[in-house]
């Protein structure tokens, strides 16, 4: 395992956690930042990865997407608060298992990690019940995701027919009317944040309530409530579907032409356009046709491939389109066009 997280204090707590839950995990590193902490798993090449998504240098879901490009098999586990995660866990699609929110406790880091050690290995007869609850949670994110999905695209019967499936899942999951009533509060906050971030003229009577949810006595209005304020966001998704996330998104494209050269992340991103870092990644995709990283990648590979033809060292070239890492440049470059540059290089060279 590595741990990455820009608070020494999470780090120490981290590993004095696992070593008191007795957990079958080796640390093998760990870093402060997203760049030393992509060093570190290209060294260690760990099976599990925990991460904070806000880290400097690059941040946790750039982090994710680079390490996949050498570590597709490993394990993701994102360290988050709910402004900046909660909303999109499992719906990024970057190989995250499992996510540990804030406060973090003992408890959730066991859990979390037994759940993802139950993935990996041989489930044990004896814990049938929680790999039940597991498949349930898995399931649930899964139609999340599906929902995040689409209200990006307005489609409302979507949205609809996801939300039926996330309600029943938490009838199944909790064991409490307290229970049912914190998660539906909880999911309709996640919808909500998604809302807020696609339809920014919401009105503020349109925000869920707590005090609402709380009064309401029985199972079947705790539904029906969520029925209601899930109907009233695909409203106003069908009237509110516009162009405009495409000028946000041709906004960053110019950005990005610009300033490729940089490390910068979803977060810088995000932050230019007022934007949720995990709702920018979800939306990039689906507006561009590729994850930030891939367009990103290509772009520098492009740039690479005219600075090779211009006679430029590779050692030069990896530094002047944002690599920092030599050895680093020459796998990506070596796995999106198949050979490495100086192989590049000297077959242009012979076409020429």
């Known amino acids: 395992m590595v741990i990455i997280d820009d608070e020494y204090i999470v780090v120490e707590g981290l590993k004095a956690i696992i070593a008191r839950a007795n957990l079958d995990y080796e640390i093998v ?3 402060y930042d997203g760049l030393s902490g992509l060093d570190v798993i290209r060294d260690t090449r760990p099976d599990v990865v925990i991460t904070d998504i806000r880290i400097p240098g690059l941040d946790g879901l750039s982090l994710i997407e680079e390490a996949r490009e050498f570590l597709p098999d490993t394990a993701f586990i994102v360290i988050s608060g709910f402004n900046e995660f909660e909303y999109a866990r499992k719906a990024l699609s970057l190989g ?6 804030k406060p973090i406790s003992k408890e959730k880091v066991t859990e979390v990690l037994l759940a993802v050690e139950k993935e990996r290995t041989k489930i044990h007869p004896q814990h049938k019940e929680d790999e039940t609850r597991l498949l349930l949670r898995q399931d649930t994110n899964m139609h999340l995701q599906a929902v995040i999905a689409s209200m990006i695209k307005a489609e409302s019967d979507s949205i609809k027919n996801h939300s039926e499936q996330i309600l029943c899942n938490i009838g199944k999951l909790s064991d409490s009317l307290e229970a049912y009533r914190g998660e539906c509060f909880q999911f309709l906050c996640v919808v909500m944040g998604v809302f807020q971030d696609h339809e920014r003229q919401m009105e503020r009577v349109d925000m869920v309530s707590y005090s609402e949810i709380r009064d309401l006595a029985s199972y079947e209005k705790i539904e029906q409530y969520v029925r209601q304020r899930i109907c009233k966001i695909t409203e106003k998704l069908e009237a509110a579907k516009s162009g ?3 000028r946000t998104i041709l906004h960053l494209l110019e950005y990005i032409s610009e300033h490729f050269c940089e490390p910068i992340g979803l977060n810088e991103l995000a932050e230019k356009v007022k934007m949720n870092p995990a709702y920018l990644c ?8 590729c994850s930030y990283i891939k ?7 492009k740039h690479a491939k005219e600075l090779l033809l211009d006679g430029k060292k590779v050692v030069e070239i990896s530094e002047m389109i944002g690599y920092n890492d030599y050895r680093y440049f020459c796998e990506i470059f070596k796995k999106n066009v198949g050979m490495t540059p100086n192989e590049y290089k000297r077959c242009v060279q012979n076409v020429v």
């Open 282 to 289: 979800i939306l990039f995709k689906e507006e561009v046709g």
């Open 295 to 301: 367009y990103l990648t290509s772009l520098r590979i």
């Open 244 to 246: 405009s996330s495409n």
């Open 96 to 101: 995250v298992k499992a996510y540990i929110d």
């Open 29 to 31: 590193g760990f870093a």
